[in-house]
């Protein structure tokens, strides 16, 4: 299960990559070969021996309407560009692991996470911060914040699927759930912590809860990429006999705004940005299991 995820990510990954690298090569390439056949044409019409050479005697027309091509194609390419409909879609919560490479390729890095435990995306992040030990790259500064619902207290949402199919409160169960980020935290915690006694970066990794029932799953990247979508509520989980409530993060379908696909992404990416902004203000005091450990 583990591995079919990560070649979904690592897929995702390389297609993103070739993209990036078409893009940031196609513009030059283009323009040289323009270049290239402006000066050619312009050389063969004044110079007799490379104009015989290449047996042609209309290169002078040819040649301005390359370098008029040459001077015109940043223009025709933003033209392009906006005449095209932005990418947004949808975007499966396996291929996370894209993403939090894309974001690691950045010299600060700011990942924060609001919804159900994170599980995928701890698990992203878990390998990519443990490469940061060996090969840091360009990133000198790495903050990461997640906000899970408070399993100390009674829920509704994840439950036990009762009589009629009423939700009823499982302590059991939302203390493994509690534990679970617990353990993730610590160990994320940890991972910070070695990583700025290195001394070649600042890394933070923090938890905090919120009370209520995990209704959606927001992933911000940088502010320059959201990932947002809704949590299956009706999804339903066997667990040794009962039946659970459980909204399955892994299987949420995300949708995705991007800085690159102009002002109206970057206007939605900004007001997600300040929304999980101040839910980290309200949402303040650390978990139970941090205050258990301070005490």
Not at 108 to 126: A, I, K
Not at 255 to 268: K, R, T, Y
């Amino acid at each position: 299960m583990v591995d079919s995820r990560r070649g979904g990510a690592d897929t995702g990954g390389v297609r993103r990559a070739l993209k990036r690298f078409q893009q940031r090569v196609e513009p030059t390439v283009v323009r040289c070969l323009l270049l290239a056949i402006a000066v050619t044409g312009l050389v063969a019409q004044f110079v007799r021996p490379v104009g015989d050479a290449l047996e042609g005697k209309t290169f002078l027309g040819g040649a301005l309407l390359s370098l008029v091509g040459y001077l015109l194609y940043d223009a025709l390419k933003e033209l392009t560009a906006s005449a095209r409909p932005p990418e947004r879609g949808r975007v499966d919560s396996r291929d996370l692991g894209g993403y939090v490479a894309d974001a690691f390729g950045a010299r600060h890095v700011e990942v924060s996470f609001f919804g159900y435990t994170g599980e995928t995306l701890y698990n992203e992040l878990y390998h990519r911060l443990e490469q940061l030990a060996r090969n840091p790259g360009v990133t000198r500064r790495v903050r990461v914040r997640f906000i899970v619902p408070d399993f100390a207290r009674p829920m509704k949402m994840p439950a036990r699927v009762g009589a009629g199919d009423r939700p009823e409160d499982d302590p059991a169960f939302r203390r493994r759930l509690e534990e679970k980020c617990r353990e993730y935290d610590e160990i994320l915690s940890n991972l910070a912590v070695g990583l700025t006694a290195i001394g070649r970066m600042d890394v933070q990794c923090e938890y905090r809860v919120y009370q209520g029932p995990p209704l959606y799953k927001l992933c911000i990247f940088n502010r320059k990429r959201v990932l947002h979508g809704l949590y299956d509520l009706s999804a339903r989980m066997p667990l040794r006999g009962p039946e659970y409530y459980d909204p399955k993060g892994y299987d949420t379908d995300l949708s995705m705004f991007a800085g690159e696909n102009g002002a109206e992404d970057e206007l939605a990416i900004a007001q997600w940005a300040k929304h999980f902004d101040d839910l980290w203000t309200l949402v303040a005091d650390p978990p139970a299991w941090r205050r258990a450990t301070a005490a």
